[in-house]
């Protein structure tokens, strides 16, 4: 058991014939990933390394291969409209690696795969990876192993971090989900609770978070009204300056300045236990589960 | 990106919310001769990169053109949270019966465009906003269909009860603004405050607009905006090679690939006693040009005693990362210790590279960032 993507998902690669696509589609049929078509237009009919075919739309690839994710790696110019192809052809799991997405084109795709009936992960995120089954995106293979811990992150390498020192303790993971780190995400941290509280693979779970926005302190509620499994937290930023914000808006939306002392202070309040530094986070595992 | 408060008020002007006149000084003498054009009392503004320009001094009102002359003396040089203040708009002093305000933003939780006005404008926003959060009305665009005409009319009824006249003329600009928001690209756009002038005509009287940096691609009018001259020298560099830096006041330099693992080895540090110097992404696919410039940044801060290396391999290779740091060391003289940790993609070549140049590495985070703040010390 895993959340979102397990051994028998059917992975679709947009972008199989790019650069970054390319390299890490091999790393991901490495791992184990299905990976049943990909989709660069123009080169349809093509095969990719001689054993994937190619399409030229989502649609086809869907339809020839019964398709069911998809992973993302256009440049971040065609990689909104990606994510809207993805969803309007049926694809229930998207998994979007592209970063410099427009903001404003991320508010009309997230509307557009909620209205389709989609999962997007990300964009602009190292995808997620559910260990000894399957992985979509990038987060290295080799750190990862199959056990009960389920993660949830904003950031690439800090994930990395983290789940390497989990790794290295014997602490092995469910899914290890990446949700990225953009303003509008498809994916939240209260969406990848959720799932983790209903995996019966799952015994506890590991939040990290940074500074900005209220996602982690909407996240602590829901921790405290909804899970029964326990969760420790990490924030990173605490010695982030304070900048030079301009305007307002920001602070009255929010009524929040974001900063890592606020996400840590209620992350306690409401129950979840905050490491202090990524080593750190083993031994508070540990001792939340057997407590 | 920020841009100026003149450069948002031409794009307000171009979308046709009513903007006082106003021009550009980056002397003393030519606010002077601005202020003479313009006849009677005018208002002379810092045009800086940072919020708080009022209340650090960076908003001062001349009776004549004499005074407009000392006013851009003394603003003009003055640092507002270390930055210099290089330019100076001056505009017609407005009578002002009323100050309302007026913004939008991408609202993270909604994955929204919000629209927020109060008919409480003005420098205190924040605490009217904290204090009394009825006095701020709000309006969701959804994305689909964009703002439509009642909501920017039951938005300005909000503003302004009892006062058609005005009411219509601030749905105007809240349809305007909400325009030049997605012309421009704009994360966040501000009009505050939004006066009425005493014969009942509403102006922007002060403009801030975010853009989008992911906007910047496909919107080359907007990013030729860009100031390079207002923003710190090393951050404008970083940018050029697609690295993230910011300068902050303590002595341990810091190099390392991703923004979250970055502040989480800032936030190590301090833990272990140390101050961080700096804030230095070099982002995902690092070549080793890249880890040169990020040596190059760090090596120019004085204050840096000694430069501590994080970096995870994932796509980013620890082998470049080893190359860069060698090739560097040829080209510049460090001056201070170096700490090196990595660990992941290509790991033993990097080691191998390193040592064979007379280097250490370590693998583990922790042990790193001691030694680093260690050897700032002594």
């Known amino acids: ?291 | 990106m920020n841009i100026h408060e003149y450069q948002a008020k031409e794009i307000f002007r171009e979308h046709g919310i009513p903007v006082p006149p106003g021009e550009v000084a980056t002397t003393p003498a030519e606010a002077e001769e601005i202020a003479s054009r313009f006849g009677g009392g005018v208002v002379v503004k810092a045009q800086v990169h940072a919020g708080g320009r009022g209340k650090a001094g960076g908003v001062k009102l001349a009776s004549n053109a004499k005074d407009a002359r000392k006013a851009a003396e003394k603003i003009l040089g003055m640092e507002i949270k270390g930055l210099t203040v290089r330019k100076v708009l001056v505009s017609p002093a407005e009578d002002i019966a009323h100050e309302a305000y007026l913004g939008a933003i991408v609202d993270r939780a909604n994955g929204a465009v919000v629209l927020m006005a109060s008919p409480e404008g003005g420098i205190d926003i924040e605490e009217v906003a904290a204090k009394t959060p009825e006095r701020i009305f709000k309006e969701e665009v959804d994305a689909r269909y964009g703002l439509l005409e009642h909501q920017a009319s039951r938005l300005a009824f909000k503003l302004y009860p009892n006062d058609a006249s005005r009411a219509r003329q601030a749905a105007d600009i809240i349809d305007k603004l909400y325009a030049s928001m997605i012309d421009a690209g704009a994360s966040l756009i501000e009009i505050n405050p939004l006066i009425t002038t005493e014969s009942g005509e509403l102006k922007a009287i002060d403009a801030k607009l975010n853009v989008d940096d992911n906007e910047l691609l496909r919107k080359e009018k907007i990013a030729e905006l860009r100031d390079v001259e207002s923003e710190a020298s090393e951050e404008v560099k970083a940018r050029s090679q697609g690295l993230t830096y910011i300068k902050l006041d303590g002595d341990v330099g810091c190099c390392v690939n991703g923004a979250g693992l970055a502040m989480a080895t800032m936030d190590l540090v301090k833990y272990y006693g140390g101050e961080p110097a700096n804030f230095l992404d070099i982002g995902g696919s690092s070549s080793p040009e890249k880890v040169v410039t990020a040596l190059e940044i760090i090596t120019a801060d004085p204050s840096v005693k000694s430069i501590l290396f994080n970096i995870f391999g994932g796509i980013t290779r620890c082998d470049d990362v080893a190359n860069g740091i060698v090739e560097a060391t040829e080209q510049i003289e460090l001056g201070v210790p170096i700490t090196i940790r990595l660990t992941g993609t290509n790991e033993e070549q990097a080691v191998e590279i390193l040592e064979d140049a007379g280097f250490s590495a370590m693998t583990d985070m922790d042990e790193a960032v001691k030694k680093a703040v260690e050897l700032a010390k002594n």
Not at chain 1, 113 to 141: A, F, Q, W, Y
Not at chain 1, 143 to 148: H, L, Q, Y
């Open chain 1, 1 to 291: 058991m895993a959340i979102f993507a397990d051994s028998s998902t059917r992975v679709v690669v947009q972008g199989i014939t790019g650069r970054d696509g390319s390299f890490h589609t091999r790393q991901m049929m490495e791992y184990g990933t299905k990976i049943v078509a990909g989709v660069t237009p123009g080169k349809g009919g093509q095969k990719f390394d001689d054993e994937v075919p190619i399409f030229n739309t989502v649609e086809e690839a869907v339809e020839e291969t019964g398709a069911n994710a998809s992973v993302i790696y256009v440049p971040a110019r065609f990689a909104a409209e990606a994510i809207c192809e993805a969803a309007d052809s049926g694809v229930e799991l998207v998994v979007c690696i592209s970063e410099g997405i427009p903001v404003l084109d991320m508010l009309r795709a997230t509307r557009y795969v909620r209205d389709h009936g989609s999962r997007l992960i990300g964009p602009n995120c190292p995808g997620m990876i559910s260990p000894g089954e399957t992985k979509l995106g990038i987060i290295p293979g080799q750190i990862v192993e199959k056990g009960p811990i389920g993660v949830i992150s904003r950031s690439g390498t800090l994930t990395y971090e983290v789940v390497w020192a989990l790794t290295q303790a014997g602490l092995g993971q469910s899914s290890c989900i990446g949700i990225g780190g953009d303003p509008v995400i498809g994916t939240s941290f209260i969406d990848c609770l959720e799932a983790f509280e209903n995996d019966s693979s799952t015994g506890a779970v590991v939040l990290i978070g940074e500074i900005g926005g209220t996602d982690e302190q909407n996240a602590a509620s829901y921790v405290k009204e909804h899970m029964s499994k326990p969760v420790v937290g990490f924030v990173a930023g605490q010695t982030a300056p304070p900048g030079r914000r301009m305007g307002h808006a920001g602070a009255i939306i929010s009524g929040s300045a974001g900063t890592a002392e606020e996400k840590i202070d209620t992350f306690r309040e409401n129950g979840v236990e905050v490491a202090e530094r990524p080593a750190e986070m083993p031994k508070i595992l540990s001792k939340v589960m057997n407590g």
